[in-house]
């Protein structure tokens, strides 16, 4: 069973994921929306993008900022969490860009971080919006460190996952793929009943 992400190598292999063209799409008309404005510069920052999932996110949100004329510049973040920090407050120091984009949770929690480190010594303006989602992300929307996240009902995706196994290894009928639904979330709605199951596990 591929989660998220597909595997080019292996063909029709059940595949349980949300639409995430679509959630990049959703993500870019939110930072359209807020920004108040037709153009300006983005910055995205780049990790894992050989990842179907992120790859489509990727081309989610390029497909609608490009289309309102906004200019792109790209930052690579590393895996290795502290060099991410580390990467990831250069960009924010060197930028005059009116908004960063991550297409994960590890690359959205390090650049929120470095926002948060960089804001107790002065004014940060460069708002961020990412996919996905951690603990430490929430708590940084939570604190208005970061603005917007989209993200996919964890829960879902977890039990389409398992139960599409259990019925392949039980040989009962199963549809190939399975879609789940997601969410755009930023301060003001996050704690709606719906948002709620989606950022914080435990809530039932």
């Known amino acids: 069973i ?61 497909s609608v900022l490009t289309r309102n004329g906004f200019t792109i510049d790209y930052g690579d973040i590393p895996d290795d969490p502290r060099a991410a920090g580390e990467a990831a407050e250069k960009i924010l120091q060197s930028s005059d860009a009116a908004a960063i984009v991550a297409f994960d949770g590890a690359t959205l929690e390090a650049v929120g971080k470095a926002k948060q480190d960089l804001m107790k010594v002065g004014s940060v303006q460069t708002k961020i919006y990412g996919l996905g989602r951690t603990n430490a992300v929430v708590s940084l929307l939570e604190n208005q ?60």
């Open 2 to 62: 591929a989660v998220q992400s597909t595997v080019e190598s292996l063909k029709d292999l059940p595949y349980i994921s949300c639409d995430n063209y679509e959630l990049g799409q959703r993500l870019a008309e939110k930072l359209i929306s807020d920004l108040n404005s037709k153009a300006g510069k983005i910055i995205i920052l780049r990790n894992s993008m050989a990842c179907s999932n992120i790859d489509q996110r990727y081309k989610g949100v390029l």
């Open 145 to 204: 460190v970061i603005s917007t996240i989209g993200v996919e009902h964890e829960y879902n995706l977890g039990y389409l996952s398992i139960q599409s196994a259990v019925n392949h290894i039980n040989k009962k009928a199963d549809s190939t793929n399975a879609w789940i639904n997601y969410k755009i979330v930023d301060y003001h709605n996050m704690y709606n009943s719906d948002n709620q199951c989606l950022l914080f596990p435990f809530v039932g």
